[in-house]
């Protein structure tokens, strides 16, 4: 397993497509900025990392390029193979890709708090938080937006292992969100509101709630926050663990 | 340690309802250069990608260094160095980038071994180079070079001359043969180049249409494909019986109505024909010569 994360790390350092990717990321959350600072809809840079959950659905559009191009490409060039021959273990092969694929996605949303932040602060100022109130405030809202934007890592790694061809990825990736999306919305909307607990059942959905109370996020209700990072964890495991059973009973060309 | 560096035993691998491979049983000892020889789609690469565990078997067993079972198999198949089909390289790195991959993948400390795996296939110079920028044949030699990086003793190659110039060919059967006296290694190599693989493999097996036809040393197919008398006549049967009767002879083989081959008294060729002529047995042509390995494919597989 060490031999395939190290291996994997090594793809990632060295191959453009992350540093492509984050540059893209950067240049569309400025883009976003600035359409905020055009628009004067003031935002304070002290919520700079929060802001990231509006531009989620570009994100995630990042995401699944970024795991199309980097796990599906592996068996578009036959790669895999070098790793199958050598006898490495199935559902180590599938667990190292999606550590790759999660170490990009924290990559990508460091680059977009990043951006947003300094961003912000320029356009409109930083705030009154203290440093510390600060630090608290923004580490605990990344590590919740990017354990719910996981999912999409883990669902997408699983599409890279069906499709096994980077654009088949990226358009299962881009029906998946659209799919979700409109699930959501005719759950949320469905007359007698009989389907709008469904809506807990998206990771989605948690973003948005992450997003819109900008700054009572801390004091956000624990059940929901719990509930939150349960439904994220089946969002991440159940695609590894279809992913890994189905990459188990296939054959590789 | 097993003398057998792969044996399968009646393996078999359908794909719906069609067999690619049937009942294959392959003994390859150490050191032997194994060619495989079949044509496009006989099961040459479904037997290769099964041996490496790409694909799942329906039916048999295979063992590699006298190993067998699922966990000793993946353990024994880290021994194992492959090019099957396509290249398998990364198109947007260098040749050097490719390698470190295969390097930390297969657990090789040594990071020396990427240069002296660079040079012995020649690609030593490339330098920053992108591999997608590579020609065919420089691709090939990468591949090749991805599956000698973590130092197999066992090198399966599947068309390893497949778009490569006449020098190319030249170069990577003379690197086989080095391979094979240098570091031991053990070769199971396929190509539709029939006399080309000819000249570097120490045992052949022929498969067509998924299974075994035969299975056989360079020694036993030099027997085979021996000198003969070729006689080109409009009457085999009757040219057949006529030399029977009066020569003794007994390996003697009808390959077509109009062709016969004579295996035994080579030094009889003129006398042959006097008599073939003398009983009205229209001779065409008659001469002495060899089969090559191409045409004792033919003669087992019943045409191309």
Redesign the interface.
Known sequence: MT??I??EW??LI????LALILAGVALQTMLQVQGEYAMEKAVLGQYGVAMVADSSWFLVIWIVAFVGFFVASDFQ?????????????RTQIFLSKLLAACIAVTAIFATASIVNTVGYTLAFGFGDMSFGEFLRFSSWNFLMQLLFHLTFASVFCLFAFLSRNPGGTILLGIGYMVGEMLAMGFMANYPGNVLAFAVDYFPSYYIGRFFHPVKHILNLDPAFIRQGIIVSLAYIVVPCIIGCAVFK?S??? | MSEYVLRTRNISKKYGDAYAIENVSVEIKRGQIYGLIGLNGAGKTTFMRAVTGLVSLTGGEVELFGQTGDGALQRARRRIGQSIETPAIYPNLTAEKNLEIQRIIGGVPDRGAIKRTLEVVGLADTGKKTAKNFSLGMKQRLALATALITNPEFLILDEPANGLDPRGIIETRELMRRLAQERGLTLLVSSHLLDELGQVATHYGIIHKGRLVKQLSAAELALETRQHIRIATKDSARAMALLKEHFGVTDCQAVSANELWVREQIGRTGEMNTLLVSHGVVVESIGVSEQRLEEYFVSLTGGV
């Open positions: 031999t395939l190290s291996s090594y793809k060295h191959n453009k497509l060039n036959y790669t895999v193979r070098n790793v199958l021959a050598l006898g490495k273990n009973r054959d590789v060309k």
